[in-house]
């Protein structure tokens, strides 16, 4: 079947009261971002629904591309039809026809948003529902789980005719929740982090740290990956920033007692991701933290490494079971990468018996007896930020790193 067009639902953002135009705008940037290589493609907005005009186009690769746009409850491709009942039954049928299979039922769902068409929705029921059984030999109807169900949309403008609905991806349309930095380590959780703070609609931007020569040029490579992968699903591109840490993580192992190195690893690492956060008009920081799942994730470790920051700390899997967790990184394609065997700067110079209940007076008291702040100015002045693109695009800009 020759679709026109694909019907686009918003889901939560019809919950929206006066700012709703706002995330329609965002989903509509969205959009024309996923579909930019189909040239001849419309976008229409309302307030209610969002219709993509194909214009010759490629119907099922458009699909494809709109099943992945955050903000989309669901969606349709659809016929539009002037309306015109006999025009109406005929279009009905050849799109049936199209779908049909020996034995399948069927049922009709018509909606009328227009009251000045001359059929009520029973009216509308009937009639096409009567013409498809008359035409389609051994057709039969099942209100309740039919094979195919034809919905028949009477708006003001013209009739709208779809037989399938594609799950969207849900949530809201990336960058009408602001923008956040997260805390992207090479790990399994972190990607995860981000990817459902995109979908609550999150303009994220990754943080790395690295640590050479402990950690190696793998372990960029790791992270750029992954954060290629967080592109991809936000079809667009995201920007990294891979700071330097060796000097401040040597310090740290130098100047605190051993079992409170990591805390004090990881209040250094919120201090820096700050500075980059202000530098770069972010809102909050993202963490992939999972309650007691490490000793720096205990309530008390979050108590005494939160000290350092009044930025919100954002922690989308401080309750969710790892193996949620880790079916989530293999429906997003980032597991693979996350177990590759190369290690990041939180896997190094581990203890062996961390601090899992630390104090701040303590923690405080051992990093006063050294002055951090001049490295963690260094760190943030050295920052190195990449822009990651969706795709091949940018596979020599990431070998320049190396």
Do not use: W
Not at 80 to 109: C, H, M, N, P, R
Request: overall charge neutral.
């Amino acid at each position: 079947m020759n679709y026109d067009r694909i019907l686009i639902r918003y889901g939560e953002i019809s919950t929206k009261g006066r700012n709703r135009n706002k995330f329609v705008d965002k989903l509509r940037k969205s959009v024309r971002i996923a579909l930019s290589g189909f040239p001849k493609i419309k976008i229409e907005a309302s307030r209610d629904r969002m219709y993509v005009v194909l214009n010759g186009e490629n119907a099922k690769a458009a699909i494809e591309k709109l099943k992945h746009i955050f903000g989309i409850q669901s969606f349709s491709p659809a016929i539009k039809v002037d309306k015109e009942i006999e025009t109406i039954k005929q279009t009905s049928l050849e799109l049936v026809q199209a779908l049909y299979q020996d034995g399948q039922t069927f049922k009709v769902t018509a909606k009328r948003s227009d009251k000045t068409f001359e059929l009520n929705t029973n009216e509308i029921n009937h009639a096409i529902g009567g013409h498809l059984l008359q035409n389609i030999t051994g057709l039969k109807v099942n209100v309740k789980q039919p094979d195919i169900n034809l919905r028949v949309e009477v708006r003001s403008d013209a009739v709208y005719l779809s037989c399938e609905t594609i799950p969207g991806a849900g949530g809201l349309p990336i960058g009408s929740g602001g923008k956040a930095m997260l805390m992207l380590s090479g790990g399994i959780d972190s990607p995860v982090a981000g990817y459902l703070s995109m979908r609550r609609g999150l303009e994220i931007e990754g943080v790395h740290f690295f640590s050479p020569p402990f950690t190696s040029e793998r372990a960029k490579e790791k992270v750029i990956d992954l954060s290629k992968k967080l592109a991809e699903i936000a079809g667009s591109s995201i920007t990294l920033h891979i700071v330097p840490f060796t000097d401040v993580q040597q310090a740290i192992r130098e100047q605190v007692p051993e079992n409170y190195t990591m805390t004090s690893t990881r209040r250094m690492m919120l201090r820096i991701t700050d500075e980059i956060r202000k530098k770069r008009e972010g809102l909050a920081i993202i963490t992939g933290e999972n309650l007691g799942q490490v000793a720096s994730q205990t309530l008390e470790s979050m108590y005494a490494i939160n000290e350092v920051t009044n930025t919100p700390i954002l922690r989308p899997l401080i309750s969710m079971d790892k193996n949620d967790i880790i079916k989530i990184a293999e429906e997003i394609d980032t597991m693979d990468i996350s177990i590759r065997p190369y290690e990041d700067c939180c896997t190094i110079f581990v203890p062996s018996s961390p601090k899992t209940k630390p104090k701040r007076e303590k923690v405080n008291q051992y990093e006063s007896y050294f002055d951090f702040e001049p490295l963690i100015e260094e760190a943030v002045q050295n920052v190195e930020t990449v822009t990651i693109k969706p795709g091949e695009e940018n596979r020599q800009e990431f070998e320049e790193l190396f």
